[in-house]
């Protein structure tokens, strides 16, 4: 299973852009990175995910480095509510399970 | 439309009792994937079920099982309940596994708290 590395903690200020890296440099040619955030004693929320290219949806954009060995997660304009604890996590697709493989994240602390 | 549902929402055990958790997926979903979580530590993986067979199994003892419904709806059980199995237990669904847009989504959560 390929293994993330994340910075534990991270500060930001409101309305600013929250850049959260993460590093998968074991990371498979068919595994996604999918990004999740969990707020307080909530179950995980989909936020994200892709193969090779940038993506963007409406919550955030992704950014994943030529060899994919690292992404980052940017949440454009942060607000309060974004104070989470953020995941990455590879998952494969073709094989007989699609399991998510979390590590410890890092805490998002938005601050006014 | 309504998201994953689990239930109970807490739940207090002692030690070598059993425990049953259920999870209704989003409608639509034929996978659901159970999932621990200790305090202080990300989500692990324990089951996934796919049109109501097991397609995977994470790193837990026999004492832990699961089974899925014909509507798709899943049960986790537990036997000889220790402290350690106190946790946060999630369900997620998704659409079918073994694709790229295979987004799982979570529930709220059973809290099991055994003494």
């Known amino acids: 299973d390929a293994k993330t590395t994340q910075p534990p903690s991270m500060d930001c200020a409101e309305g600013r852009a929250a850049n959260l890296p993460c590093n998968h440099s074991t990371i498979s040619g068919n595994e996604y990175v999918y990004w999740y955030r969990q707020i307080h004693s909530q179950g995980p929320q989909y936020i994200i995910h892709g193969l090779k290219n940038n993506e963007t949806n409406e919550m955030a954009s992704l950014i994943i480095t030529e060899d994919r060995k690292s992404s980052t997660l940017i949440l454009p304009h942060a607000t309060l509510r974004d104070t989470a604890v953020y995941y990455c996590t590879p998952m494969g697709y073709g094989g007989a399970t699609n399991k998510l493989i979390f590590g410890t994240g890092t805490l998002l602390a938005v601050q006014p | 439309d309504a998201g994953v549902t689990q239930s109970p929402t807490h739940l207090i055990k002692t030690r070598g009792q059993h425990v049953t958790l259920r999870c209704s997926p989003i409608s639509g979903h034929k996978s659901v994937s159970w999932y621990q979580q200790v305090l202080g530590q990300g989500p692990q993986f324990i089951f996934q079920?796919?049109?109501?067979?097991?397609?995977g199994r994470g790193n837990f003892p026999d004492r832990f099982s699961a089974r899925q419904f014909p509507n798709y709806s899943s049960e986790l059980n537990v036997n000889a309940l220790l402290l350690g199995d106190s946790a946060l237990y999630l369900c997620?669904?998704?659409?079918?596994?073994?694709?790229?847009?295979?987004?799982?989504?979570f529930g709220p959560g059973t809290r099991l708290t055994v003494t």
């Open positions: 079920y796919y049109e109501k067979e097991e397609r």
């Open positions: 997620a669904s998704s659409l079918v596994p073994r694709t790229g847009a295979n987004e799982q989504y």
